[in-house]
Nanobody, 125 residues
Framework: QVQLVESGGGLVQAGGSLRLSCAAS????????VAWFRQAPGKEREFVAA????????SYLDSLKGRFTISRDNAKNTVYLQMNNLKPEDTAVYYC??????????????????WGQGTQVTVSS
């Protein structure tokens, strides 16, 4: 069983940056891929990015390429999501999830077995 805990969310002005962290406990991330999803009020959960255990396979929602960067530090059992030039439409609860995929990633939430509780990101205009 893998427990995931997200942190780093908060309130930021448009154009600002945040770095989210997803820490694993209970057992390590090995050999799981980890993804970030987000869900805005009244909308369906949306794939943001995913990274394989090795870090060699990475996928992003096309519209976020260039602003968001996913990375991982397996020694620290932590995956990061660096979010730059944030926009009000990025406001959502961000979730991390772990699953057995190796990439390329389809973005389907069904591919992930473990989920965190989420962290709120609010971007003001």
């Amino acid at each position: 069983q893998v427990q995931l805990v997200e942190s780093g969310g908060g309130l930021v002005q448009a154009g600002g940056s945040l770095r989210l962290s997803c820490a694993a406990s209970g057992r390590t991330f090995s050999p799981y891929a980890v993804a970030w999803f987000r869900q805005a009020p009244g909308k369906e959960r949306e794939f943001v990015a995913a990274i394989s255990w090795s870090g060699r396979s990475i996928s992003y929602l096309d519209s976020l390429k260039g602003r968001f960067t996913i990375s991982r530090d397996n020694a620290k059992n932590t995956v990061y999501l660096q979010m730059n030039n944030l926009k009000p439409e990025d406001t959502a609860v961000y979730y991390c999830a772990a699953g057995p995929g190796h990439g390329p990633f389809s973005g389907a939430s069904q591919e992930y077995d473990y989920w965190g509780q989420g962290t709120q990101v609010t971007v003001s205009s």
